[in-house]
């Protein structure tokens, strides 16, 4: 069973640029969630993704958006960057809407200079 | 909303102690609980999970307490040992879809 998988691992951008994230989600899971990790902070939910449709959205600015595609795999993209955007942007997938225990990728390591 | 906290920041346990770890939660309609892991350099990785029909559950060296009128969630490990040290969080959900909220965390150092 392949778990969630993440690419690239580290990125480097600068202030106003934009960037794009992608997810491969578990073998079976549908669901696909996007958090970001500030350094010393819990994840904070970004949105979340079900059968290629937003299914709940935190307290983030629209200038965050996502994509799931028909096998399930994800992507975040950010425009406009601003320093406060360097964090690690974790993805989670599950089997299903419901009350599910998410698995965590390893994460994007993105730094805005 | 939803704010969770945990109790504490950091805590050192010997090897072979018990550990617990606290979480409040605010939200009355929370109805589903996990217990996540995170080892440096690496996501978060799923432990336990209970849901609010439940006061506790059991895993293997782990479990979790759940106790609605306080709102408030506990993990406890068994005979620690030095991998289980990691930052662990707990995460907690409602709505009927999985907008989940975490913690701050605690640090759990186990002393060999």
């Known amino acids: 069973e392949t778990g969630v998988t993440q690419s690239p691992t580290h990125l480097i951008k600068t202030r106003g640029q934009q960037v794009t994230l992608r997810c491969s989600s578990q073998s079976g899971h549908n669901t696909v969630s996007w958090y970001q990790q500030a350094l010393g902070q819990g994840p904070q939910f970004i949105f979340q993704?079900?059968?290629?449709?937003?299914?709940g959205r935190g307290n983030f600015p629209p200038r965050f958006s996502g994509l799931q595609f028909p096998n399930y795999s994800s992507e975040l993209n950010v425009n406009a960057l601003e320093l406060d955007d360097s964090a690690l942007y974790l993805c989670a997938s599950s089997a299903g809407q419901g009350n599910q225990p998410q698995h965590f990728g390893d994460g994007t390591r993105l730094s805005i200079l | 909303g939803e704010s969770v906290g945990l109790h504490l920041p950091t805590l050192s346990v010997q090897e072979g102690d018990n550990s617990i770890i606290n979480c409040a939660y605010s939200n009355s309609a929370s109805d589903y609980f996990i217990w996540y892991k995170q080892e440096s350099g690496k996501g978060p990785q799923f432990i336990i999970d209970?849901?609010?029909?439940?006061d506790k559950r059991q895993g293997q060296r782990v479990t979790v307490l759940l106790n609605k009128t306080v709102k408030h969630l506990s993990l406890q490990i068994a005979a620690t040992q030095p991998g289980d040290s990691a930052v662990y969080f707990c995460?907690?959900?409602?709505?009927?879809?999985?907008?989940?909220?975490f913690g701050t965390g605690t640090k759990l150092q186990v002393i060999p």
């Open positions: 995460a907690v959900t409602w709505g009927g879809y999985q907008k989940v909220t």
């Open positions: 993704y079900y059968r290629e449709e937003e299914n």
């Open positions: 209970i849901r609010s029909n439940m």
